[in-house]
């Protein structure tokens, strides 16, 4: 198994052997590893999410900030990123909670190291997807921006099937005016039809065509 290129494994446990040997495992199979005693060691690190994170690697239950609170604290502040917790026996019920919140996957101790490795592999795919995700709805959103609040409420109609004349009629305006503003909204957002244009509003903003 190889690692992602760029993708760093952060782990935050606070038991320095059970640390040393992840670290050991993790980096035997290629992944760079960064390590931390506590969650508030990890948050003092980093202002905001590490641009080569790959996953967190989080035990549940910590002193100070547990692995719960942390996972609460980075989803408060907007940082989407997939978190394998570590629980001890009896912990299933918070690890449940956990991936309610969006964790990736639980471990419970002792674990396979090859369930370890498949788990932190997933997550970073994961991670991966959620980041092609967000930047392609970037992109979506930076398109639709450069149009006209006019062009904007053309493309909508567009966007659902509209034919040009029903969309002057909704509109009050022209059917040749309609045809103008198709002309520059698809050039505007690099759409060749109205089925691209659909699908560019739904990366944008799901809701645009409810």
């Known amino acids: ?34 390590d931390y005693d506590s969650a508030q060691a990890f948050l003092d690190a980093h202002a905001s999410a590490p641009d080569d994170l790959g996953c967190l690697l989080l035990d549940i239950r910590m002193p100070m900030i547990s692995g719960m609170h942390l996972q609460q604290r980075l989803n408060a502040q907007g940082w989407h990123i997939p978190i394998v917790f570590i629980t001890g026996h009896g912990d299933v019920e918070l690890a449940v909670q956990a991936m309610k919140a969006g964790a990736s996957d639980f471990l419970e101790k002792p674990f396979r190291d090859q369930a370890l490795l498949d788990a932190v592999a997933l997550a970073v795919q994961r991670g991966v997807q959620q980041r092609r995700d967000t930047e392609r709805r970037r992109h979506a959103i930076a398109m639709l921006e450069g149009l006209s609040p006019r062009e904007a409420e053309v493309a909508r109609l567009l966007a659902r099937g509209r034919a040009n004349k029903n969309v002057a009629q909704t509109l009050g305006i022209s059917e040749k005016t309609v045809h103008i503003h198709r002309q520059r909204v698809m050039e505007k957002t690099a759409c060749a039809n109205a089925t691209e244009l659909a699908r560019l509003l739904l990366l944008a903003e799901p809701e645009l065509l409810d």
């Open 1 to 34: 198994m190889n690692a992602e290129p760029c993708t760093t494994i952060y782990l935050i446990d606070d038991d320095d052997a059970f640390r040393r040997s992840l670290i050991f495992l993790l980096e035997s199979v290629g992944w760079p590893v960064r």
